[in-house]
């Protein structure tokens, strides 16, 4: 399924990005395409392995010390239901509590490397190797899931924003966080009794059986065929308008109302820009000039109990392990061995799909999608400002945050459109990076029904954050 989304993304980015001219010059799809792959490259994997050393080292002398056994026991029979197939004792078990025990408390990217252990230790489980098993769906569904404690990041955009009491965000992202792993749960255990969904045998196996039997010469189907003369009479039109006088662009965007929902969005975003870097500077000449007021005492609790979570974790870790009589440097550097060979490994997927997302994104496909659907979303009841941000966040999480610092920002939303739109953010997630970077980690190549289970989550996320936010704030 992946292999059909993401060539479709490309195809889409592509032809939009012909369509409004954003095929060449400065603000090509191709040279965010380019600059995404770097991204993906020196902006994610370089840094991700540093931090899966850390937390790696940190994981085996939590391990070692017998703390990760302890939580196993304590969460067994819940755990037992979650994941039938894993046994209680086996240290995916450990690696999992872990990475979503970090995700409740808002720890953000220091879950990452944790989740990537848990991965390495299903993949072991794994009867086949290429396919994700039960066990890894339902483990990425509940991170798809999401569910968080302290939303910190999207407190921190609404703050920036000047947007006053940002703690509202709390209460409702909590519970469509949870709706959103309940849902996620249920997903991954309908959808892996589907036949469509079953798990098959490596390719290797595949090809042995097929060079018994008599094949296909693997040439072009008749759909496939039409689908190819659909592309090729596309790119002819594109290439026409690209190689053509400008006014036919020009009177193309015109007729058919285009030019103005691009240009109505360029300004939006650029007075957003604007609108936050004033509120930047005046949060910073504010607290040069005079003394910062006390936080209050939520705030202090919440930002307290953020920053000391690591630390506590490290003083449990080398504590206990050292009074354990346990060699905890040696220990520690023999874990986060294996944490730059996990980065290398998913560098490819990461560049694959970080590129193709900065095309889509880039191409302005979600402004004419907004555009095209507000009649319907109207009707329904869903704030027409928040598509392009419910349609960016399981892509991309950059991306995402861009389109919800331009919401916060605008000047003709109600505060309700706001406050749902930080509730939104904190309450889905970038499902197809999750799924690119932990399978790609562990050379997983079919993902099932996994993506399906992920979209379905941040479908009950968005759906929950649209109800609460109208509850609480309409």
Request: hydrophobic fraction near 50%; charge should be positive; proline fraction near 5%.
């Amino acid at each position: 399924m992946l292999n059909y989304i993401w060539a479709t993304l490309l195809f889409i980015g592509l032809i939009v990005a012909g369509l409004v001219g954003r095929v060449s010059g400065d603000a090509s799809v191709i040279d965010a395409a380019m600059k995404g792959a770097e991204k993906a490259v020196m902006g994610i994997a370089l840094p991700l392995a540093g931090m899966m050393m850390f937390w790696l080292g940190v994981l085996r002398l939590l391990e070692k010390a017998g703390v990760l056994e302890a939580v196993v026991r304590l969460l067994s029979p819940l755990l037992r239901r979650l994941f039938p197939d894993v046994p209680t004792e086996h240290p995916a078990m450990s690696a999992m509590v872990m990475n979503l025990s970090a995700n409740m408390l808002g720890l953000s990217n220091n879950a990452t490397p944790l989740g990537l252990k848990a991965m390495g230790h299903l993949q072991e489980l794994n009867p086949h190797k290429q396919s994700a098993s039960n066990a890894m769906i339902t483990f990425l569904a509940l991170n798809t899931g999401a569910f968080t404690l302290i939303p910190m990041s999207a407190m921190n955009f609404l703050n920036a924003a000047g947007i006053r009491n940002s703690y509202q965000v709390i209460v409702p992202t909590i519970l469509a966080t949870a709706c959103a792993s309940f849902g996620a749960v249920m997903a991954a255990k309908s959808f892996q009794r589907l036949p469509q969904f079953v798990s098959l045998p490596d390719e290797e196996e595949i090809e042995t059986r097929s060079a018994v039997s008599t094949g296909s010469n693997g040439g072009i189907s008749r759909r496939a065929r039409r689908w190819l003369c659909f592309l090729a009479v596309l790119f002819i039109g594109v290439s026409a308008l690209e190689l053509g006088p400008p006014v036919w662009r020009k009177t193309v965007l015109q007729q058919s109302g285009l030019a103005s929902v691009l240009e109505k969005s360029a300004q939006r975003k650029a007075e957003a820009m604007a609108t936050l870097a004033k509120n930047k500077e005046m949060a910073q000449a504010t607290s040069t000039r005079e003394t910062k007021p006390e936080p209050p005492v939520w705030r202090r609790m919440m930002d307290g109990t953020s920053g000391l979570a690591i630390p506590a974790i490290l003083i449990l870790a080398v504590g206990v392990a050292w009074a354990r009589g346990v060699r905890v440097y040696e220990e520690f550097v023999d874990g986060a061995k294996e944490g730059f060979q996990v980065a290398v490994r998913i560098m490819p997927y990461l560049v694959a799909m970080l590129a193709v997302l900065a095309i889509l994104r880039e191409s302005g496909a979600f402004q004419l999608l907004e555009y095209a659907l507000a009649p319907v979303l109207g009707l329904l009841g869903f704030p027409v400002e928040l598509l392009s941000l419910a349609l960016m966040r399981p892509l991309s999480g950059s991306g995402a945050q861009g389109i919800l610092n331009e919401i916060l920002t605008r000047p003709d939303l109600s505060e309700m459109v706001k406050f749902t739109a930080a509730i939104l953010y904190g309450s889905t997630e970038t499902t197809f990076y999750v799924l690119t970077v932990y399978f790609g980690s562990v050379g997983i190549r079919r993902f099932r029904h996994a993506l399906m289970a992920g979209l379905t989550a941040d479908f009950i996320g968005m759906v929950a954050a649209i109800i609460f936010g109208r509850l609480l704030f309409g």
